[in-house]
C-alpha cells in the first residue's frame, strides 16, 4: 500500500524521458503534486518514435529485455502501471534474438542462460574452462538483479558491485581468445562503454536481461511514451510542454523551484533534474554547490552518440525478420573497434518494410557543426550525414541482398540527439559507466542542495531497467530509506 501522506508536497521534474516519467509516476503515487517541464512539443525523450512518410521511426526502444511475467522489468512496469497500455511481442521465435557477425564466424544469441551456454561452448570447444566462469559469474550477477533486493538496502549497491573490474582485464587473465573476447564484447557496445573499461557486473546485467527474454514493442515509441504520461496523469500529475527551465532557484542552499526561460517562476521545495546532470549543473546558480561538486560532474566522461539511418523497403522482397543483427569488425586481440545494428521490421504502411541501422558515432566527426543548431545546418551537412548513410546501405547490402527500391527515410546524428534531449555532445547513453568513474557515477542521485535530486540511469544496469531503478532510487534520496520501505513494494 502507497500513503498520501507527503500530499502536501510538490515536486518540479525536469525532463520527460524515461527518467522524468518514471520519478514523476512514483512521486504521484505517493501523493506528491508532481509536474513534470518538458522543453520539447511532445514528452517522451528518446523514448518517443517520430513519422516520415507514414512510418514510425525508432530513437531509443529498439527492443527490451526481461519482461516476461515475474522477471524485472514486467514486474517494473507493473509497479509503474503501465505494462497493458505496452504492447510487446516476443522475440527468439526462431531460436534467435541477436545474430552477430564476425569476418570469420557468426554467433546466435538465443533466449535462456542454459541456451547460450551451450552456443558458447560449441563455438569456443578450447575454452570450456572460461566459459565455465563466465556463465557463473553471469548467473550470480542476474540473480542479484532479479532479485531487487539492493533497492531496499541501507547500502549504495549489492554485492555484484565487488565485480567493478572490468571485463576486459578479466578476459586478458582467462587467456580468452579473440572470438570469445568478441562475443562477450558486442554487450559493452549495447551500453556505450568499451570492453577494457566495463565493469563486469555491469556487462553481466546488461546481458541478462536480454537473455531472461527479449522483446519487441507492437505499437510505436510514440505509443509507449503516452502510456507513461497517460499513467502519470491519471494519479493527477501534469506536464508542462514546450517550455524550458532556464535556473534552477536556490536560497541558502535550499532549493526553491525553477525559473523558465520565458521568465516565469514556478515554486516548489523538491525539484528533481531528470537530464543530463551537467545540463542541470548549467542551470544552477555560482556557489549553490562545493566547487568540487562541480568540478567532478563538469569532468564525467560520456558515451559516444548514435548515428542512425532509416530506410523502407519492398516487403514482398524483404520480409520481416525476427531478430537483430550486428555486424562487427574487431582488431587482432578481439576488440571490438566497430558496430553495425541492423534491424528489418514491419512498417505502418502495407506493402512496405523498415530497415533501421545504427552505429556508434564520436563528437569530432561532427565538430564543423556543433555550434549550429536543429534545422539551420549548412548543405555540406546534409551531404555527410546521406553519404554515411548510403554507405551504411551499401554495406547492409552483404547482409540482405540488393535492396532494390530502396528509399531512405530518414537519417539521425549526435547532434540531432543533441538538440533534441539536451544530451551533452549528442552521448546517446549519457554518463558513461565505466570501472574509473563508478563511484562519481554512483553518486548522482543526490546533491548537496536541499531538495535538489537528479534522476537517470543507474550503476546497476543499463537501458530503461537502470534508467527506472534510477528513478527509485531517487524516489528513496527523497523520502528516505526507512518510508521508502514501508511504501514500495516491487
Not at 522475440?91 to 554467433?107: A, L, W
Not at 542541470?280 to 568540478?295: D, F, H, I, Q, T
Request: charged share 25%; net charge positive; aromatic share 8%.
Amino acid at each position: 500500500m502507497l500513503t498520501n501522506s507527503f500530499s502536501s508536497k510538490k515536486a518540479l521534474i525536469i525532463g520527460s524521458g524515461v527518467g522524468g516519467l518514471s520519478t514523476a509516476i512514483i512521486l504521484a503515487k505517493l501523493g506528491f503534486q508532481v509536474h513534470v517541464i518538458e522543453k520539447n512539443h511532445l514528452p517522451g525523450g528518446l523514448m518517443r518514435s517520430y513519422t516520415r512518410d507514414g512510418i514510425e521511426c525508432s530513437v531509443g526502444v529498439h527492443y527490451l529485455g526481461s519482461l516476461g511475467d515475474g522477471q524485472i522489468l514486467r514486474r517494473l512496469f507493473d509497479f509503474l502501471g503501465v505494462t497493458s497500455r505496452i504492447p510487446v511481442e516476443r522475440m527468439g521465435r526462431d531460436g534467435i534474438i541477436d545474430k552477430y557477425i564476425f569476418d570469420d564466424f557468426t554467433f546466435d544469441l538465443p533466449e535462456g542462460f542454459d541456451l547460450y551456454e551451450k552456443n558458447l561452448r560449441s563455438a569456443f570447444p578450447g575454452e570450456q574452462r572460461q566459459i565455465t566462469w563466465i556463465m557463473k559469474s553471469l548467473r550470480h550477477g542476474a540473480e542479484k538483479m532479479h532479485s531487487l533486493d539492493f533497492l531496499f538496502s541501507t547500502q549504495n549497491g549489492f554485492s555484484t558491485l565487488e565485480q567493478s573490474k572490468p571485463l576486459g582485464e578479466i578476459l586478458a587473465e582467462l587467456r580468452c581468445s579473440p572470438g570469445l573476447r568478441g562475443v562477450l564484447g558486442v554487450p559493452c557496445c549495447w551500453i556505450g562503454v568499451p570492453l577494457e573499461e566495463c565493469p563486469s557486473f555491469y556487462h553481466n546485467t546488461a546481458l541478462a536481461t536480454y537473455l531472461f527474454s527479449s522483446w519487441r514493442l507492437k505499437c510505436s515509441g510514440a505509443e509507449m511514451a503516452n502510456a507513461f504520461v497517460e499513467r502519470l496523469k491519471s494519479l493527477g500529475g501534469k506536464i508542462i510542454q514546450d517550455k524550458e527551465v532556464e535556473k534552477v532557484l536556490i536560497n541558502s542552499r535550499r532549493v526553491e523551484g525553477i525559473q523558465l526561460k520565458s521568465g516565469k517562476i514556478l515554486r516548489a521545495p523538491i525539484v528533481v533534474g531528470a537530464v543530463h546532470p551537467k545540463i542541470v549543473l548549467n542551470m544552477l546558480p555560482e556557489g549553490a554547490v562545493r566547487p568540487s561538486y562541480r568540478k567532478r560532474i563538469s569532468q564525467l566522461e560520456d558515451t559516444c552518440g548514435i548515428f542512425c539511418v532509416h530506410a523502407k523497403v519492398d516487403a514482398s522482397s524483404h520480409k520481416e525478420i525476427s531478430y537483430n543483427i550486428f555486424k562487427l569488425d574487431t582488431d587482432k586481440n578481439g576488440n571490438i573497434a566497430d558496430m553495425r545494428f541492423h534491424q528489418l521490421r514491419k512498417s505502418e504502411r502495407a506493402g512496405e518494410n523498415i530497415l533501421s541501422i545504427l552505429r556508434s558515432s564520436k563528437p569530432e566527426l561532427w565538430r564543423q557543426w556543433e555550434g549550429t543548431r536543429s534545422g539551420h545546418r549548412s548543405s555540406d551537412y546534409v551531404e555527410t550525414k546521406e553519404k554515411e548513410a548510403r554507405r551504411l546501405i551499401n554495406e547492409a547490402k552483404e547482409i540482405f541482398g540488393p535492396l532494390q527500391d530502396i528509399e531512405l527515410l530518414d537519417v539521425y546524428t549526435p547532434l540531432t540527439i543533441r538538440d533534441w534531449v539536451n544530451s551533452p555532445g549528442g552521448s546517446a547513453y549519457g554518463v558513461l559507466r565505466s570501472s574509473k568513474q563508478l563511484l562519481s557515477a554512483a553518486l548522482l542521485n543526490r546533491t548537496s542542495v536541499k531538495g535538489l535530486f537528479l534522476a537517470g540511469q543507474s550503476v546497476l544496469a543499463p537501458g530503461i531497467i537502470g534508467t527506472i531503478i534510477g528513478s527509485l532510487s531517487t524516489v528513496k534520496s527523497i523520502i528516505g530509506s526507512e518510508q521508502f520501505r514501508k511504501t514500495i513494494s516491487l
